[in-house]
């Protein structure tokens, strides 16, 4: 009587898996134990041994069938004979039409190297990583760079935050301490030291990484990443085999025709970050997130600094009240607009760089002379020379890389997250989808709500949101209601003497469902984690309102702003 290969229990939770490949043809001889099928989970990728010697009957299910835990796969006569395993298919003839590349490799091997590769140790690899590891799966990362952390730990986020931490101190040390009768006769600015601070704290961060990589049981592969296909990559040449392959490759700086970027007269925010000497003009090309927040370090420090925008408004994307809040306050700080205007030539002298700017509409050209230009005009998906397209996955006209609502390309076993696909190229955003992917390939419900990402500019005074802006909800018809309150009534921003801004609440106007807030003002990449909870929980702006808030505390300004949207707000 036949004996039947089964289905083996492939782990807890795991009742189905997909029929990979057929190691053993029907008639061929097998040994007992020796392999027969290979089988595919979200988990893991199994070999089904034969549980005696004998001949293959047949195959009761083809390849890429999905079959249940103790479903037949084939019958074995026990101790039979039969042909031997046939040879190797040679390749096909060159006159064959070629496969689809979305489908070359669609199984990766038998055996690999690691259930898990990330490529790219940045906010969203570390973090994909981090969270596989500890779901069990045998996990490494990619990374080129000397140390982990990617862009933002090395020279973004962190780096950036430390230089905006010490120039508001020392901002804060020449002109607001007197108001509290700290009286400094002389203020000097040490670079030098400020620089090595920043260069400490990066320091403890890249090495924090380190450290979870070897508590997790993460394995470094140091050198540059390619996708060869389904289940294939190289590091430095070498290869290596994953289950499951992330591109998790971030950006770059995006460059602007025309103009050289050599990291030391004219810069993109890398070089911004390592200037030996405060500038005495500064022109700063773009006027979103980074160009504010680093044109924000240099300008407190003594630079004077002029932004030039393509548009005729700053961060575009906010909404447009505080925008228009923003431009305000940071006009009357000091800085200089050039709103509505574009860089058509950039000119390096001994001096330093003479721009060319005209109207973004068409007009008169005018020049600009700066000792350091920044180019801050956005960023690029990470996408070139990774062996992508030859792998055959899908990128789109920006060169990011297209996945379906699980993170998965259109290359089986390949998925990518974080900036190198579409959306906000926002650090924390990454992170979360490096968890719902990991998540999801251990077979849990993995999932990132995208209408609950704040977004925080560092500058002085601090904007963040969360949410939709009135903008978007007018374009989308939705009715809505709108809460609003000053920091200038707040007890506790009055007593920090921090009174610029505001919070507002916007929420549905039937259901009162909060849609969106935009806080400008202090600490408000703080309190705009509790707005982005209610977003999260479908909270509604008297849940806010109800919620007892400490006094005296800043975070009393969201919550009237929320009672004011059914125009209940105390003290104002």
Not at 13 to 37: C, F, I, N
Not at 234 to 251: L, R
Not at 465 to 490: C, I, R, W
Request: aromatic share 4%; with cysteine; proline share 5%.
């Amino acid at each position: 009587m036949p004996t039947e290969i089964k289905v083996p229990t492939l782990g807890e939770s795991v009742t189905t898996a997909t029929v990979g490949k057929w190691l053993k043809q029907p008639g061929e001889t097998v040994r007992e134990d020796e392999p027969v099928v290979e089988l595919e989970t979200d988990k893991v990728s199994v070999e089904v041994p034969a549980p005696a010697a004998g001949r293959l009957e047949n195959h009761a299910v083809k390849e890429g069938d999905e079959v249940e835990v103790g479903a037949v796969l084939a019958l074995l006569e026990a101790g039979a004979a039969g042909k031997t395993a046939a040879p190797a298919a040679q390749p096909a003839p060159a006159a064959a039409a070629p496969a689809p590349k979305a489908q070359a490799q669609a199984a990766p091997p038998a055996q690999t190297d690691y259930d898990v590769v990330v490529i790219g140790a940045g906010p969203g690899g570390y973090v994909c990583a981090i969270r596989a590891a500890q779901l069990g799966f045998k996990v490494a990362c990619v990374e080129k760079r000397a140390t982990l952390g990617g862009t933002c730990l090395n020279v973004g986020c962190i780096p950036s935050k430390a230089l905006l931490q010490s120039s508001e101190n020392y901002h804060a040390a020449g002109h607001d301490f007197a108001a509290h009768g700290v009286l400094i006769e002389s203020v000097k600015l040490d670079l030098a030291k400020m620089q090595a601070r920043k260069a400490d704290i990066v320091g403890a961060n890249v090495k924090g990484v380190e450290f979870l990589f070897k508590k997790n049981g993460i394995t470094w592969l140091k050198g540059h990443g390619k996708v060869e296909g389904t289940g294939r990559l190289s590091v430095d040449g070498k290869p290596v085999t994953a289950k499951h392959i992330i591109i998790a490759s971030g950006s770059d700086s995006a460059n602007l025709a025309g103009i050289e970027v050599d990291e030391k007269v004219i810069v993109t925010s890398t070089g911004a970050l390592e200037l030996s000497e405060v500038p005495k003009r500064l022109v700063v090309i773009g006027g979103g997130v980074i160009g504010l927040e680093l044109g924000s370090v240099w300008h407190r420090l003594g630079a004077e600094v002029t932004v030039v925008e393509f548009l005729d408004r700053l961060v575009p994307g906010t909404d447009n009240e505080v925008a228009a809040q923003f431009q305000k306050l940071l006009t009357k700080q000091g800085f200089k607009m050039k709103l509505g205007h574009k860089v058509t030539k950039a000119e390096k002298t001994k001096k330093g760089v003479v721009l060319s700017i005209e109207p973004s509409a068409g007009g008169a050209v005018e020049t600009l002379e700066a000792d350091v230009v920044l180019v801050a005009v956005g960023r690029t998906a990470a996408s070139k020379n990774m062996g992508l397209e030859e792998a055959g996955i899908a990128l789109d006209k920006r060169g990011r890389v297209e996945v379906d609502a699980h993170y998965a390309t259109n290359v089986p076993g390949i998925y990518a997250i974080g900036d190198v696909i579409a959306g906000p190229m926002l650090a924390h955003k990454a992170e979360e989808e490096g968890v719902a992917l990991a998540e999801l390939l251990a077979g849990q419900a993995g999932h990132v709500n995208y209408d609950a990402i704040p977004g925080v500019i560092y500058t002085w005074p601090e904007v963040a949101s969360v949410g939709f802006t009135e903008e978007q909800l007018k374009d989308k018809g939705v009715a809505y209601k709108t809460g609003k309150f000053p920091f200038l009534a707040n007890g506790r921003a009055r007593a920090l003497g921090m009174t610029d801004g505001f919070v507002k609440v916007l929420a549905d106007k039937q259901t009162d469902r909060v849609l969106g807030v935009h806080i400008i003002g202090p600490a408000a990449g703080e309190l705009i984690a509790e707005a982005t909870m209610a977003i999260e929980f479908g909270a509604s702006a008297e849940d806010i309102g109800r919620v007892c808030h400490a006094h005296p505390t800043l975070s009393e300004a969201v919550k009237e702003a929320a009672l004011g949207a059914d125009n209940r707000a105390i003290n104002i």
